[in-house]
């Protein structure tokens, strides 16, 4: 069988960040598998411009910020399967080695002994019926993304007459490149009283073309029975329930979904990662390391990202930490168990005490990524990730060693579309007594700012 | 001239079919969809059930119990998968149990095996996600689960081969009498034949309303369903119904062959026969009834959810035979559920009344096996590797959800009736029938179907004529 010290699954940007972090920390033995016919993910489809700001201090498109990558692997020298697809990973249990099994036409069924697995499978787009929007299931719906990949890699309009549900980012750069291609977008509904979406993309996507965004609004019937003829757009109440009395018949062929994304976490779940319900990824420690030990997670399999820069740095610190890993193993002789391990435990799973501190998402918070921090493993300033509940105005990200708090952050504006970071310093581990949990939470005012925020945008 | 035109080729079309092509008889089943099962077949619980639901001494009741028996067989045969993984109606209230015993009563009448009553330990320790409150149940280990499509589209391939001739998007618009025989015109022209077999579904009243002077009333009776993703296909072994109403069998909870949960469906009588959508009402009745008799079905796993039409009759009773007044004219009418249950037997009976008829002779080159294309993810390593090292393209993953391969996708457009749309290829294969819903791989499947059909992405439809999935280039319209 062949091994390798670092099988990262998916050759996306976050798989192509670790990698490279990885092998710049000095590791050889690298393979990424990666299901389609080119490195970059779904960067390849994202032919619009706004990417890197953060990492290159330029702007750059989808497939230009990925070829960055892309020629840095190659010039690394790191190995990567095209047309690759990771089908199972089986935990290793008696050695820190697990076994990954890969299909492709060339090579066929494979299995690759992995000392270090970097899960960077991103995430997939929430489908129609997961909405259970009722009516008929003609031609014409399509997931945002699809329609993405439709025009952008293959140059077909898969609609004229657009409405799109949902105020994600994709839907809205969709509205955007659907209307510069030739189609009519008619309107952009949002079940919740705020977008999904970044800021700056509601912007330069809908405001600057003249598509209006309907707040609170939602599909409550899909008309046509072989191809869509129009959808009925309802008005919702605060629970999110259509109004009676609000329909509004809009005729259109094509309806468009950019209603969530989830993280493709099928083959972790397979293997016995522990998920988080928040997020839909797998808990990790400060390490970005799941509760199986030698197994790392980054990029939008971890968690739902807004910008790729942000997956770029997430996945560099896992390739690092996986790095470390493989390193300490060597330390030893094969087939020790890693040292912060319990060796009686037969699956390896560590205790809630050698995962570390957990850190909760409390009022206003809906998750934390890391789920865990080991003060002793984390470096002198590690960053916390994490996303809202609602929109709130001049609020503060508060952060607690149990009862104490020990850290405020003030922030004018925030919202669950945008996310969140906050860095913990180590040194605040060593001025506070070692606490239980770790509690993120927003101090919020009861302010109208926040309901003018939601109502006007 | 035909010797008979079978009008539908869904499941009762294609099992009477696959029935008569034992016999030499030149018969060809004409559907106006553009594939087989894209009727009522296609949208249903995919129950193969027990049979002691219909009343004593009802054909229902005499035919569902013989196709329940004749499934294991034929599944064999035409290697589509059926599992026999037993039924529960639970009873949530001490003061119905005596309705289980009724319901056993009537099983043992209608010739079903095995049936017993479980007290409230037995059942909880069968199903532990079965509700606090159920009390009781009745078992049937007869009862089965069934992939629609593929049953549908064995015996449909089956027929084919063994020599009836299938004509799709072929709608009859109107049945003359002749005298020797019927006239069906369709829309694609006249067929003569000696004999009907008229399996039309919610539409099997209208044209035995045109040959006979009995009217027949067929009432659509629209069921909704959530389908749950596979990660929740385990959470019931067995098919677990609640005690049956007057408005059917209640709203079912149960795992399906392919490892996904099912439930539903509504009972709804509409005016349309083509109301085929789904509600909201309709879907949180689905949700809120399968939550009491099991709990924990998370519903936010909810993958698609659709809406079919069960035909009806007044009489409650399904229609198989010649009307008086109209001779060579077989009705295969108000076939609802358990229609898929009862098609082999309904397929048996009708071939048999042909036979006698038209005094038909066996064919001697009657193959009564059917292989199906491998199913590349659900072999041995060494198997899939020898299949991949053939054919590559078995190892081009195009469908990661269902884990579904270019090679098999081929296959299923090359067989025999063989898929013409992104729809028939995802009930063949299952490509894009997972959690993304083709999100991913529909591109890439209009790709193969273009490149295999020889025609252009934008005739490629979703489940055909009307149905395109494309609209255009871009800035065609600038």
């Known amino acids: 069988m062949q091994t390798y010290d670092i099988v990262i699954i998916g050759g996306g940007p976050a798989g192509l960040a670790a990698a490279i972090a990885a092998k710049e920390s000095g590791i050889d033995r690298i393979l990424i598998l990666e299901r389609s016919e080119r490195a970059g993910g779904i960067l390849n489809q994202c032919i619009h411009n706004g990417f890197g700001l953060h990492t290159f201090h330029e702007e750059l498109t989808g497939p230009e910020y990925a070829d960055r990558f892309i020629r840095q692997a190659e010039s690394l020298g790191i190995e990567c399967r095209l047309r690759t697809m990771a089908v199972d990973i089986a935990a290793?249990?008696?050695?820190?080695?697990?076994?990954?099994?890969?299909?492709?036409?060339?090579?066929?069924?494979?299995?690759?002994?992995?000392?270090?697995?970097?899960?960077?499978?991103?995430?997939?787009?929430?489908?129609?019926?997961?909405?259970?929007?009722?009516?008929?299931?003609?031609?014409?719906?399509?997931?945002?993304?699809?329609?993405?990949?439709?025009?952008?890699?293959?140059?077909?309009?898969p609609g004229r007459e657009v409405v799109i549900l949902g105020s994600g980012d994709i839907g809205l750069i969709m509205a955007r490149r659907m209307t510069l291609e030739g189609a009519k977008v008619h309107a952009v509904a949002e079940i919740m009283p705020y977008s999904g979406g970044l800021k700056r993309n509601i912007v330069q996507c809908l405001d600057d073309y003249g598509i209006p965004l309907l707040l609170s609004h939602t599909v409550t019937w899909i008309h046509g029975k072989d191809r869509v003829e129009g959808v009925t757009l309802s008005q919702v109440d605060e629970n999110r329930r259509p109004i009676?009395?609000?329909?509004?018949?809009?005729?259109?062929?094509?309806?468009?979904l950019s209603v969530g994304l989830i993280p493709e976490n099928e083959l972790s779940r397979g293997m016995g990662v522990t998920l988080s319900p928040a997020t839909s990824g797998p808990l990790v420690n400060e390490s970005l390391e799941t509760d199986i030990p030698g197994v790392?997670?980054?990029?939008?399999?971890?968690?739902?990202?807004?910008?790729?820069?942000?997956?770029?740095?997430?996945?560099?610190?896992?390739?690092?930490?996986?790095?470390?890993?493989?390193?300490?193993?060597?330390?030893?002789?094969?087939?020790?168990?890693?040292?912060?391990?319990?060796?009686?435990?037969?699956?390896?799973?560590?205790?809630?005490?050698?995962?570390?501190?957990?850190?909760?998402?409390?009022?206003?918070?809906?998750?934390?990524?890391?789920?865990?921090?080991?003060?002793?493993?984390?470096?002198?300033?590690?960053?916390?990730?994490?996303?809202?509940?609602?929109?709130?105005?001049?609020?503060?990200?508060?952060?607690?060693?149990?009862?104490?708090?020990?850290?405020?952050?003030?922030?004018?504006?925030?919202a669950p579309g945008e996310m969140e970071e906050i860095r913990l310093e180590r040194e605040l581990f060593e001025r506070?007594?070692?606490?239980?949990?770790?509690?993120?939470?927003?101090?919020?005012?009861?302010?109208?700012?926040?309901?003018?925020?939601?109502?006007g945008r | 001239m035909y010797d008979i035109v079978i009008i539908g080729a869904g499941v009762s079309g294609a099992a009477t079919a696959r029935e008569l092509s034992r016999f030499r008889a030149r018969i060809c089943v004409i559907e106006r969809g553009e594939d087989v099962c894209c009727g009522t077949s296609k949208a249903n619980s995919g129950i193969v059930h027990a049979g002691f639901d219909a009343p004593e001494g009802s054909l229902m009741a005499r035919l569902n119990v013989r196709g329940n028996q004749m499934m294991e067989v034929l599944s064999r045969e035409l290697d589509f998968p059926f599992r026999r993984n037993g039924a529960l109606v639970v009873c949530r209230d001490e003061q119905m149990l005596p309705a289980l015993e009724t319901l056993r009563q009537r099983g043992v009448q209608n010739g079903v095996t095995g049936l017993c009553i479980l007290n409230r330990e037995e059942v909880h320790s069968m199903e532990p996600a079965l509700a606090d409150d159920v009390c009781g149940a009745l078992f049937a280990p007869a009862s089965g689960i069934v992939c629609p499509f593929e049953l549908n589209i064995a015996m449909a391939e089956n027929a084919a081969v063994n020599g009836v001739e299938f004509h799709m998007n072929t709608e009859a618009e109107d049945i003359r009498r002749t005298e020797d025989g019927y006239e069906v015109l369709t829309n694609r022209g006249p067929l003569r034949t000696k004999c009907v077999v008229n399996a039309a579904g919610v539409y099997a009243d209208r044209f035995h309303n045109m040959v006979s002077e009995t009217p027949l009333h067929i009432t659509p009776r629209r069921g909704e369903y959530c389908l749950l993703d596979k990660t929740t296909g385990s959470l019931v072994s067995h098919t677990i119904f609640p005690l049956p109403d007057r408005d059917g069998k209640g709203i079912l909870v149960t795992p399906t062959v392919h490892g996904n949960l099912l439930t539903g469906p509504t009972?709804?009588?509409?005016?349309?026969?083509?109301?085929?959508?789904?509600?909201?009402?309709?879907?949180?009745?689905?949700?809120?009834?399968?939550?009491?008799?099991?709990?924990?079905?998370?519903?936010?796993?909810?993958i698609t959810s659709f809406a079919g039409l069960r035909a009806c009759e007044d009489g409650h009773d399904f229609v198989i035979g010649e009307p008086a007044d109209a001779p060579g004219f077989v009705d295969c009418a108000g076939i609802a559920s358990p229609g898929l249950s009862a098609s082999p037997a309904i397929g048996e009976m009708i071939s048999e009344l042909l036979r006698k008829r038209l005094n038909l002779e066996p064919n001697p080159e009657f193959i009564p096996y059917r292989k199906g294309s491998p199913r590349l993810s659900s072999l041995p390593f060494e198997e899939r590797n020898r299949l991949i090292r053939g054919n590559p393209a078995y190892g081009n993953i195009i469908c990661r959800c269902e884990e579904v391969s270019e090679g098999e996708i081929i296959d299923a457009i090359r067989r025999p009736l063989g898929a013409r749309s992104l729809d028939g290829v995802k009930r063949r294969v299952r490509a894009g029938m997972g959690r993304c819903q083709g999100g991913f791989c529909s591109p890439k499947v209009m790709e193969i179907l273009a490149r295999e059909l020889r025609t252009g992405m934008d005739e490629i439809t979703k489940a055909g004529p009307g149905s395109a999935v494309l609209k255009g280039r871009n800035m065609e319209w600038l």
């Open chain 1, 92 to 157: 290793g249990e008696a050695a820190p080695v697990h076994t990954v099994t890969a299909v492709s036409s060339t090579d066929g069924l494979v299995q690759i002994c992995a000392r270090s697995v970097i899960l960077a499978m991103g995430c997939r787009e929430r489908p129609r019926g997961a909405l259970n929007i009722p009516g008929f299931r003609p031609a014409g719906i399509f997931s945002a993304g699809t329609a993405q990949r439709l025009v952008n890699m293959d140059g077909y309009m």
């Open chain 1, 296 to 414: 790392f997670a980054c990029g939008n399999v971890l968690h739902v990202h807004d910008l790729v820069d942000y997956v770029s740095e997430e996945a560099s610190a896992a390739g690092r930490h996986a790095a470390d890993y493989v390193k300490h193993l060597g330390d030893k002789s094969a087939g020790t168990p890693f040292p912060m391990i319990s060796p009686a435990s037969k699956r390896r799973i560590p205790s809630s005490s050698e995962r570390g501190i957990p850190l909760t998402a409390e009022h206003g918070i809906r998750y934390t990524v890391p789920a865990f921090i080991r003060p002793e493993r984390m470096p002198s300033k590690l960053t916390i990730r994490f996303r809202v509940t609602d929109v709130y105005r001049n609020c503060r990200v508060c952060v607690c060693f149990d009862d104490i708090p020990v850290k405020k952050k003030a922030r004018r504006i925030v």
């Open chain 1, 244 to 256: 009676p009395g609000t329909e509004q018949f809009y005729p259109c062929d094509t309806l468009l």
């Open chain 1, 432 to 455: 506070h007594p070692v606490p239980k949990t770790i509690r993120f939470s927003l101090e919020t005012q009861n302010d109208e700012d926040t309901q003018d925020f939601k109502e």
């Open chain 2, 267 to 302: 009972a709804e009588d509409i005016p349309d026969k083509e109301g085929v959508c789904t509600t909201a009402e309709g879907l949180s009745r689905v949700m809120e009834r399968a939550a009491l008799h099991v709990k924990g079905i998370p519903f936010r796993e909810v």
